[in-house]
């Protein structure tokens, strides 16, 4: 098993560009979720899904956008990217009580 | 809100020293995680608990439901075991974790 993979591990955008941050896991489980990672800060949930086709907002939703047509993909969207946006984006699959996480996208917006 | 507060914030020991962290979290929360994320950033989840206690190798995990308040400990530490520490709360629905800020934790030979 891969486990919970993302792409790109790095990318470098300009304010105002577009983009989406992959990620798939082979293992079959049903709850995926986005968080952020910024210095100073705990993680912070972006958006969850606990299966395909059921989407929702965490803590911090403002300027993404998810999707779940699969199990296995869970991709994020950012619709026109802030510096704000600039951090490390750690997605994760969940089975019972135990979490994976993927090895994270650094994200930085000029 | 589900609130999860964590200490130290940093902490540097000797090798060998036996290691405590602490967290406090907030009434809406019933279970609580500990993970490790090493310098290279990836998030390792260690135990998950909604009470008692939880030991596997050097590492054990305790958590007081009535006073809201859990502890990760390491025994014999090791400079392998330098890395971020995060306890994060779950609320028992479907939503995500709220995480602590982390404890910073450097073992010197």
């Known amino acids: 098993n891969a486990g919970v993979t993302q792409t790109p591990k790095f990318q470098v955008l300009k304010t105002g560009q577009s983009m989406t941050l992959q990620c798939a896991q082979d293992?079959?489980?049903?709850?995926m979720s986005w968080y952020r990672q910024d210095p100073g800060m705990g993680l912070r949930l972006i958006h969850y899904?606990?299966?395909?086709?059921?989407?929702d907002q965490g803590e911090v939703p403002n300027g993404y956008n998810v999707s779940r047509s699969t199990t296995e993909d869970f991709p994020l969207r950012l619709l026109s990217a802030a510096p704000s946006q600039t951090s490390v984006y750690f997605c994760?699959?969940?089975?019972?009580?135990?979490?994976?996480f993927g090895p994270g996208t650094r994200l930085t917006v000029l | 809100k589900n609130e999860v507060e964590q200490s130290p914030q940093n902490l540097t020991a000797q090798e060998g020293e036996f290691i405590t962290i602490n967290c406090s979290y907030s009434?809406?929360?019933?279970?609580l995680h500990w993970l490790q994320q090493h310098p290279g950033g990836g998030i390792v989840s260690l135990f998950m608990?909604?009470?008692g206690k939880k030991k596997h190798g050097r590492l054990i995990a305790t958590i007081n439901i009535q006073e809201k308040h859990s502890s990760l400990h390491i025994t014999a530490s090791h400079p392998r075991d330098s890395a971020v520490y995060i306890c994060?709360?779950?609320?028992?629905?479907?939503?995500?974790?709220?995480f602590g800020k982390g404890t910073h934790l450097i073992i010197q030979p």
């Open positions: 009434v809406g929360i019933s279970a």
């Open positions: 994060a709360g779950s609320g028992g629905g479907a939503d995500g974790l709220t």
């Open positions: 608990l909604s009470s």
């Open positions: 994760a699959s969940r089975r019972r009580a135990t979490q994976y």
């Open positions: 899904s606990v299966g395909a086709g059921i989407t």
């Open positions: 293992m079959n489980h049903e709850y």
